[in-house]
């Protein structure tokens, strides 16, 4: 017997033949009682090392898929069937709005890392190997030593006092933020910080201004409130300001670095929106998600600093500067909102885990943090300047980059008069190993550019110039008439 297992690429062999025999075992297609080959006539058939192949089986049969007998082989030991459904269930009340949540898109889903492109430009994901895993390290452990006459306790609902000390001096001293420790609500990352707000904030049927294009699981966040949200597009200057329609009660915006295309919003254009808030009487949500890292200009004080109504709520995450399974971030509160948005958080997860605040805490007052961001500001500066010398040389005919001061990622949008199926660009690119993202997705609506979102924090300096190259090829086929 030989079987059909058919591999994609060089990487993850065994985890590739795993996933397809247990695929087979499950959905019938190796019916029960079948007897696999012997696993040193299978890796000979495959070119695996009998060890993969081993490995395989043992881990199928661990699972009771596969029942090896001493002697005699392997074989086949499909799952028992379902329980079939009890009859006559009671509906559910809340069946429609169950519905609702299943039916609903989860953008921005990664999955696990065996399952990149060996050159892949993700968003917001920084590489791992420059993080100060060491130093890290010593401050968990002196926070295990540190929390151990704590045990059995509940935290504070907004954060350790030494935490939200620890941020307000860092995000004064980064980003010109004015407030008090106690304004500081720590959170188990900026996007729980969304979702306190939008709670404390609205009501069904409430009008909600969004960028467009703009961060999806905002946008979805606030839709799942019973929000209406609307999209006011943006050009080089940010926010439209004129845009946004009376009635509304919460404006979530990007100025540092618009999300996903990547301006700066001038001076101008902020007076103009804290002005338009005032007049509305509407909470500003400032994401300011990946500012530390600043390549040129003059650094540019956060929103918030500028606000004079107390409106600006700047929201900060630690995912893009350290690790993002840390899961640690932050809202600097507004005066009139502090009481409210506490209470949301104690009924939602009462508080953010004291260990790693406290890890956190030292982590930032040993200069950990800053040493850190110095480290990565060298080599993200350098990634893009590779990007920059792909896409101002050999693709500019076909792309432009959006002009950006800060983060690591850019956006290189098509040229107006160029035609090229960005779709099928992703498609080719992927099926040489280069993995690339559409901005499409991040519009509301109709896109009214195209172009590629092109994430740099994980992918190496080095392999900048083989994926580009690679690219270069595809475009060149695909739009030979264009250069």
Partial sequence: MQLHISFEGKRDLGGQLYRQLSEAIRSGRLADGQQLPP??????????????VSDVYDRLGYEQLLLGKVGVGSFVQAPPAAPAPRPGGARLASSERVARWESMERPLVQ?????FARYAFIGGRATPALFPHDAWRRCVQAALRQERGERGNYGPVAGLPVLRTAIAG?????????????QILVTNGAQQAL???ANTLLEPGDVVVVEEPGYPMARQLFGAMGAKVVGVEVDGEGMLVAQIPDGARLIYATPTHQFPLGMPMSMARRQALLARAGELGAVIIEDDYDSAFRYEGRPTDALQSMDRHGLVAHVGSFSKTMLPELRMGYVV??????RAVQTVKHL?????????QLALARFIEDGHLLRHIRRCHEVYAGRRERLRHWFDGPLSPWFALVPTTAGFHVAALLREHVRLDIPQLLRRARLADVGLLSIAPFYHGTPRRHGLYLGYGAIDTLDIDAALGILLGIVQEMSPGTA
């Fill in 333 to 338: 509160l507004p005066a009139a909102l502090v």
């Fill in 39 to 52: 696993s040193r006539l299978l890796a000979s058939q495959l070119g695996l090392s009998r060890k993969t």
């Fill in 348 to 356: 939602t997860d009462w508080h953010t885990p004291t260990l790693m």
């Fill in 195 to 197: 979702s306190l707000l």
């Fill in 111 to 115: 999955g696990p890392r065996s399952e």
């Fill in 170 to 182: 860092h995000a004064a001293f980064t980003r010109g933020i004015v407030c008090t420790p106690e």
